[in-house]
């Protein structure tokens, strides 16, 4: 017998951790140094002006964005929340196909498809500090949800009343017999 969805979202692991790339991930700061450098040494070479040098330098920093905005990860019984700054973003469990383990975490795939581009909708969840635990929780919930006792059951369970389990109960007893 299955556990119901309110036992199965109690006894479920939940972890959280804050992915900062250009702190966590050492050959993007290296990548991103050097980029900037030989960017500002070229331009100002070619150029010999100091403020168009430091505009390309500027220019390069703004199109890097991302890796210097803090993202902080909720994984729990109702899916991934990401938050940042710039506001949250809620994956439920069901909606991530596939994963893969990396040296510095995890990877979640929102396809099946193994092409280069699936990973521009993948979710990369990288902490070599929780790297164990976090495999451990992402195999939880994609086991769970293989087995059909995933988030989507915590949501089912909340969208439906008391009243309409019951007739969906009674009525799957009566096909049954």
Request: glycine fraction near 6%.
């Amino acid at each position: 017998m299955s556990p119901s969805s309110r036992e199965y979202e109690h006894q479920s692991p939940e972890l959280t951790l804050v992915r900062l790339p250009i702190r966590d991930d050492h050959i993007a700061q290296a990548a991103v140094a050097v980029l900037l450098i030989v960017l500002g040494v070229l331009t100002y070479s070619e150029t010999v002006g100091l403020w168009i040098s430091l505009a390309v330098v500027l220019m390069s920093l703004a199109a890097s964005w991302k890796l210097f905005i803090p993202v902080r990860f909720e994984l729990g019984p109702r899916g991934i929340i990401q938050t940042s700054f710039l506001g949250t973003r809620k994956t439920p469990w069901r909606e991530i196909a596939r994963y893969e383990v990396h040296p510095q975490g995890v990877i979640l795939y929102q396809t099946h498809d193994h092409s280069p581009l699936a990973g521009f909708t993948s979710i990369d969840l990288a902490c070599r500090g929780m790297k164990g635990e976090l495999e451990s929780v992402v195999h939880f919930y994609m086991e769970a949800r293989r087995m059909r006792t995933g988030s989507s059951i915590v949501r089912m369970a909340e969208d439906s009343s008391p009243s309409q389990q019951t007739s969906e109960a009674k009525s799957d007893s009566k096909h049954s017999a």
